[in-house]
């Protein structure tokens, strides 16, 4: 299969998009603390069902759903930290016009199948996927990155001294599109979702979209992080995730918290802070697709702006800290 990318905007119609995955179950039958792996092998188990509800989801709407393997030894052959899964495909590439940007490195599985699929004439390598070879602190990711049509709104909060010459090549490679730098705080796509033309879905503390985006209209969510969501206080997370994860049933497994805090630190974010109903995929200017129902805030804004949410149950996001956008990459929308 060969797909030609092409995307201006987060609300065209989806056509083609890539799908992540986790480790199998098995994965973690090798480790001997029944109160470390059964719990890992239930995220697993639940994710996968999940991502199987939503590839369906997807494939009703008429999606074709590309599915990328996760590429991984053994777990018993990692002597430190186990890398990522594939899981989010949006982190390290995204599609411009009808560019797939490599920005950095994240699971080979992900690169290998993108390689694949899409012509080497559509594909561009940006220069922290170069530099992150010789330093693996030289990270560019591509959520920093949200194109709007004639618009690049880029995030250069995470990029320190490399900052200013990794946005010269977005001007440089894409000389017809405005570039907007913004200091939002990171991965654009975890403050900030445009939905449609003339709407936004955005954290409270974002309060530039008058120049941004000029007479939009923003529905804005305060102090609605997963803290709010699960209704957890920080005592409650701070001594032994400190606000890095949450899995429900082991907030005393503190086997399971140490595993995961010593070994699979690359797994996890910090998703105290974390709002997932800015993280949607849209799928036309008339759904999109959101991981709760009971946002009244954001259900009366979508029903204002005449969208449907289309509900897709994502149980173990608080451990993943990953939304619906971060888990897919839309490689094709109509034009």
């Known amino acids: 299969m060969q797909i030609k990318p092409h995307v201006r905007n987060k609300w065209d119609k989806l056509k083609t998009v890539l799908l992540g995955t986790t480790h199998l179950p098995e994965f973690f039958d090798p480790i001997k603390n029944a109160k470390i792996r059964e719990p890992l ?9 999940d991502l199987e509800n939503f ?21 018993e052959e990692y002597k430190g930290s186990i890398p990522r899964n594939s899981m989010q495909p949006r982190d390290g ?22 390689k694949e699929i899409v012509p080497k004439e559509n594909i561009m390598i940006h220069p922290a996927f170069l530099d992150w070879q010789t330093n693996y602190k030289d990270r560019f ?7 709007v049509d004639e618009k690049l709104i880029i995030d250069t909060s995470d990029n320190g001294d490399k900052g200013p010459s990794y946005v010269d090549w977005f001007r440089k490679k894409f000389p017809h599109k405005k570039i907007i730098e913004v200091t939002a705080g990171g991965h654009t796509d975890a403050c900030m979702a445009t939905i449609k033309p003339g709407a936004i879905i955005s954290l409270h503390d974002i309060q530039k979209y008058e120049e941004t985006f000029p007479g939009w209209d923003v529905c804005y969510l305060p102090d609605q992080g997963s803290h709010h969501e699960l209704r957890i206080s920080w005592e409650e997370w701070k001594e032994d995730v400190g606000g890095k994860y949450w899995v429900e049933g082991q907030g005393d497994n503190h086997e399971f918290q140490s595993y ?9 974010g910090y998703v ?6 800015t993280n949607v995929l849209v799928l036309d200017e008339q759904h999109v697709c959101i991981s709760q129902q009971t946002n009244e805030t954001v259900n009366a804004f979508l029903k204002k702006h005449k969208m449907e949410g289309v509900y897709v149950q994502w149980r173990h996001r608080w451990f993943w800290d ?3 956008h971060c888990i897919t990459l839309d490689l094709e929308r109509e034009y």
């Open 141 to 147: 990711y591509a959520p920093c990155v949200t194109s």
């Open 41 to 49: 092998k239930v995220i697993a188990e639940e994710t996968l069902e």
């Open 322 to 324: 990953s939304g619906l």
């Open 93 to 114: 590439q995204l599609v411009i016009d009808d560019k797939l940007v490599f920005t950095t490195h994240d699971n080979e599985g992900i690169t290998n199948t993108l």
């Open 260 to 268: 995961v805090n010593t070994w699979l630190d690359e797994w996890v």
């Open 55 to 75: 590839e369906q989801i997807l494939k009703d709407f008429g999606c074709t759903v590309i599915r990328t393997p996760t590429k991984h030894k053994h777990i």
């Open 272 to 277: 105290w802070e974390t709002v997932f109903d």
